[in-house]
Nanobody
Framework: VQLQASGGGLMQVGGSLRLSCAAS????????MGWFRQAPGKEREFVATISWGGSATIYADSVKGRFTISRDKVKNTVYLQMNSLKPEDTAVYFC????????????????WGQGTQVTVSS
């Protein structure tokens, strides 16, 4: 069972990136999926979550209106479209899966990917 995050990189302020999280080894079609991030010297924080059906989403206030989470159940992949990037978005981004609907607490997630680095330069 693996969650493989990709799509990170270096971007200038105001730019866009799309992160992907591909699940392999099992299907997570009945799992809520989420993105978290951890900046240097800080604790990991919630970014966004999406329900198994894709109809319910929750975002952290810091990314609301700029980031969009979506999922493709056929491809078993979750995406995080990040627009209007800011330097404070710099972090390692992790995807995770949870048996809950739209959990925002990381303790509710049972499977984690390895993380992908996003760096936003000013």
């Amino acid at each position: 069972v693996q969650l493989q995050a990709s799509g990170g990189g270096l971007m200038q302020v105001g730019g866009s990136l799309r992160l992907s999280c591909a699940a392999s080894g099992r299907t997570f079609s009945n799992y809520g999926m989420g993105w978290f991030r951890q900046a240097p010297g800080k604790e990991r924080e919630f970014v966004a979550t999406i329900s198994w059906g894709g109809s319910a989403t929750i975002y952290a206030d810091s990314v609301k209106g700029r980031f969009t989470i979506s999922r493709d159940k056929v491809k078993n992949t979750v995406y995080l479209q990040m627009n209007s990037l800011k330097p404070e978005d710099t972090a390692v981004y992790f995807c995770a899966a949870s048996p809950d609907l739209v959990p925002t607490f990381e303790g509710r997630y049972t499977h984690w990917g390895q993380g992908t680095q996003v760096t936003v330069s000013s």
